[in-house]
């Protein structure tokens, strides 16, 4: 549908299919989805914020990141849940700018947080006797603003930007709004925000994948020349965070590759799925592997449910 800019008020989104009576299914996933997510990342927000030995740097940053997890989930579930049990799929062009803000600035505090989180174990394995003194209680809740002022300001500006173009389209090819989607639909100069889009991506991307590749380098090489409870320490406190990355990074690749080139060979079902699992898996995966992988949360969880359930059966 070709319109001219002052006519654009919303956006239809063309990857929704007829499924039917199997809607209702769908829902039901996505809400039971949801439901856990919410669960999860609470559960684990309240037992790190209520038990003073879980004060401690890396136990901040799991709680940054927890939040943000509840953060991104709310710009994407509710909206999805709404659109599966709609039989028009539109979305109102201020609406669908709020998700872009959602969804990007959920993935960038996303990469900010894991960047920080090696920086705290190749400091606290690398350099064990200076960790207190240089991981201080100030330098957290500095780094811990700036993972989230960063990518909310970063990402106000792309949408300022994008806001601003004149648009000869409103048809998205996806379930929900993203910012890419909106700019191939520009019929206007888009030569800043793509500068500024490559600029944003080379910092976010690649000066934080080398940071984090630097600061494993450093902890393997400590590792080897370690003790057996050092490199027994540092698997359990990294192995989880290396998931974390991996999974989130290859789910970003992903959505990358099908959004950027032609998948039209490919199942309407199976690319929703690619465009989704960074955004819906994540969310549930992080509290699910900290939860089990890290001891001392674990404990503080079972502990935690143990007491609810003892004073629910009295």
Partial sequence: MMMNSTQVSYF???????????KYFYFLIILSLYVLIIFSNLLLIVVICTNRSLHEPMYMFLCSLFVNELWGSAGLFPFLMVQILSDIHMVSLYFCFLQVFSVHSYVNNQFFTLTIMSYDRYLAICDPLQYSTRMTFHKVAVLVAIIWLYPFIAIVLIVSLSSSLQLC????NKVYCDNHSILKLACS????INIYGLIATFVTV????ISIIYTYVRILQVCFSASKQTQQ????????HLA???NFSFGSLFEI?????NMNGVHPMLRIFLSLYFLTCQPLFNPVMYGLKMSKIRNMCKRLLFSVVKKESG
Avoid: E, H, K, W
């Fill in 233 to 240: 320490r540092a698997v359990s406190t990294c192995t989880p």
């Fill in 12 to 22: 239809m989104l063309a990857a929704y299919f007829d499924t039917r009576i199997l």
């Fill in 189 to 192: 100069d888009t030569s800043i």
């Fill in 206 to 209: 690649f000066g934080l994948v």
């Fill in 169 to 172: 389209g409103n048809i998205i």
């Fill in 257 to 261: 590759v099908q959004s950027r080139f």
């Fill in 244 to 246: 974390s990355l991996l």
